[in-house]
Structure formats: structure tokens, C-alpha cells
């Protein structure tokens, strides 16, 4: 087992849809794996899947070390592209030392964890007896680390393969929970002598709701409701259709909207779109610089949305907290409660669909800022409901597989690994719940623009990476 080997696989892996809730092809596909080698597996309901292997000759007393990674994948595309994930391979290149996918997302997210424990199933290395446990839809809410069942792996040690940062070893993450508001819509007509104008962000960086949160890029979504909602005082409008946003993980980097204007003020309103995205440009100039408009009048044979609904939907888009809240007392620089206003659908005629979702390493700051949230959308007149939530992972710096995660690594690159914790949601927190006293560190290669067009694997870190993974699997006792 090598990192060439590790790349093999995962480039295996890229040819298989499997976005989050769509898994069954990669469950297929770890089924057969298991059995081309002659391992041992099972699936549960929910579709993880556990492939276990035997301990070598000599190694039958070393204590079961269990390895882990998601199975699905963020499928985010860029616009115009006409990439299908449910049939579609990932198209990537090697480039510059990294494998990037520009048009998509890469999967490596958890793609590249899973063929590590891959490799180590099918390789003969000195080790005891692993269990290599495959969540499904990780990135929708740990649906899978949810549904597991008390017992379904035995050992008492797990390594998450699912961070994004070479040389940092993680220890603990934020939990989190998704708050939904739903505005609820009558039609009007049209106001005799309005036309449809088009106002358009896209292009913006985006990211992970939970690393890239701090990074201060822009959320489309909420800078389009900030225009119309100074647009309202400039003139009368009619919305007649808002839409933004993709994963409840990921920070929205397109977001448009349709609304109606009178035609003798629609060349002027175009112009003062220029002028608010000129603005926008020179306040995320740093964190944020690719960002794009466009604004155009366009046809549509849609009715506007309820006048009193619309404004009320714009006003709490504007009003309700997208980005940190609360930086960690306990560890320098680390996010400790954040919301990400994540998107607004119009999926089907009368209602209008808003998803966030809001992270913290404390479990009242998370249901508090969920409050706040909900409390913004209830009063503009919007029903909510909340997702399960999940839990965070409290530090544990006794642990016993970080000692020897961190021995292993100042062994093999003669310095110490940064020993942290993420805002990012980990299935860990759940496998505390169902495993009592379970011992878990978090490693991986570093990725960069993951749940976003553009992600990218370091090539040289993976090469780290695995090497790392190599020592501590076959020293653990």
C-alpha cells in the first residue's frame, strides 16, 4: 500500500454516483470489493457498511482499530456546466501538484478516506484486526452515523478519515442542527405597465459551511434580499421569483431574482445594480474577488408573489445572521457557534422554501442561535421546523490514539502535528453517543474549495497522509 495505490482507488470511486441519499451504486461497490478479497461484510438498513479484516499472524491480540469514512459526496457544478452526477464520471486534472476538478466538486470529501481504508483492506500489511466502517449521507445531517445501531462495529478505537489538513490532528467538532422556514404565497397580478427585470450574483467563492465560514465571502442569497430590500424604497416591485443556494453545507454562491418594475425606471434600476455591485466588489475585495453580476430585463409569464409575503421573505433574509457568531474561549481561532443562510427555493406553486444551518462546539449556543432563527423567520410570517441535531465532540487529550497518532507523526517528519479541533460537523460525536468511551482522532490529506466547484486534492500531503496512516495502524497496540 502506497499513495499511488490510495490514487488508484479513488479514482475508481470518481466514476460512481453517489451523492448524499443516492448511495446505492458506491454500497455496491464496497459489497463486491469485500467480496473480491474475501472479506467479511455487512450492511444495515440505512446502507453503511462494515468491511472487516482479519488480523495477521502474530498481531491476533492487538486490540481492533476501527477506520472511517463517508461514503457520499457534496455534487455542486459550476453554471452552464452540464455535468449529470447521477450518470456522470467526476472530470479532474492533475495540475500544479493538486487533482482539481473545475467544474464540479471532486468528491474527495470523503472520496479519498474511503480509499485509504480500501487500500489497507486489500494490502498485507503487518497489522491487527481492522474494522473499516462506510456512513451514507454524511454531508445531508449524518443520516448514517444516525441510524446506526449500537454493536455494529466491536472495536474501541476509531480513526475518522474525514479532515481537510495535513499535519493537524483533530480531537474534536462542532455540532449542529438545520432550521427550515416556509413562506406560504397567493399569486397577484401584474401591475399594468411593469416588465421583468433580472438581478444576478454568481461566481462567488462559497465553501464549506463550517471551515470556510470565517472567511468572510459573500453569501449571494443574502446580498440579493439586501438590494431588494433598498430597491423597495427606491420604487414599488414585484417579486416573481427569488431562487439561491445549494447544500445545506455549503455557503450559496449563485443566487437570482425576477422581479417587476415599471418600464420607465427599469434602465435606471439596472444601472443602480452596478452601482450596489460595485460596492459589494470593494467590500469583499480581499476574500471574495471573482464574484459576478448581471442584471437585464427578461420575459416571464410567471405572476408575482403576494406584494405583504415578499417583503416580509426579503426583510428576514436581509435580518437573519448568516456567518460567526462566537469565537471559542477555550481555543484560540476556533469558530465556536456560526449559521449559514444556505439557500431559497421555489420548489413548488405557493411556497417558498429557506434552509439554514446553524454549528457550535456548545450545545446551548447551537439551540440558542436555532432560536434566534427561527424566532427572524416566525416573525415575518414564515412556518419552521428543525432537523434532527447532532452532536459535538468534546476533546479528549488523554486520548491513547492520539498519543500514538502524534508519536507516529514527529517519528516520520521529524516535527509535531498541530493538535486541534473543527467547527465542522463529524460523525464522532455521534459514535460517542452509541459507543460509550470509544477512543477517535480525525486525519486526512489537505483539500481545499471542498462542497464547492474547484475542489482540490494536495497530491503531496496525500502522500503524508497515508504514510501517516501506514505507521499508526501497524504500531497501534
Known sequence: ?????????????????????????????????????????????????????????????????????????????????????????????????????????????????????????????????????????????????????????????LINLDSEDEGQLFVGCAGGVNTEAEFKYEEEEPVEGYVPVRFKLFNSIGGHSGDDINKERINTVQQIARFLYNLGKITDYQLVSFNGGGKHNAIARNCEAVVLVPSAVADTLIKEFGIFFKALRNEFAKSDPDVQCEACIVETDAKPIDSTVARNMVAALVAVHHGVLAMSQDIPGLVETSSNLASVKMEEPGKIKVVTSQRSSTDSAKFFVADKIEACFTLAGASTRRSDPYPGWKPNMDSHILEVSVQSYRKLFGCDPEVKAIHAGLECGLFLEKFEGLDMISFGPTLRGVHAPGERLDLASNEKFVAHLIDVVTNFC
Open 1 to 157: 500500500m502506497d499513495s499511488n495505490s490510495v490514487l488508484n482507488i479513488f479514482r475508481e470511486i470518481t466514476k460512481i454516483p453517489r451523492e448524499s441519499g443516492h448511495e446505492e451504486q458506491m454500497t455496491a461497490f464496497l459489497i463486491n470489493f469485500a467480496s473480491t478479497h474475501g472479506l467479511e461484510s455487512k450492511a444495515d438498513k440505512a446502507g453503511n457498511v462494515l468491511i472487516t479484516k482479519k488480523a495477521v499472524p502474530g498481531k491476533e491480540k492487538v486490540p481492533t482499530l476501527v477506520l472511517q469514512a463517508h461514503q457520499d459526496m457534496v455534487c455542486e457544478k459550476a453554471d452552464g456546466s452540464n455535468h449529470d452526477f447521477a450518470t456522470d464520471p467526476i472530470r479532474y486534472e492533475i495540475r500544479d501538484g493538486w487533482m482539481v476538478a473545475d467544474e464540479t466538486t471532486l468528491g474527495a470529501d470523503d472520496g479519498i478516506g474511503v480509499a485509504a481504508c480500501l487500500a489497507l483492506l486489500e494490502s498485507d500489511l503487518p497489522m491487527g484486526k481492522i474494522e473499516c466502517l462506510f456512513t451514507v449521507s454524511e454531508e445531508t445531517g449524518l443520516d448514517g452515523a444516525m441510524a446506526l445501531e449500537s454493536g455494529f462495529f466491536t472495536g474501541k478505537t
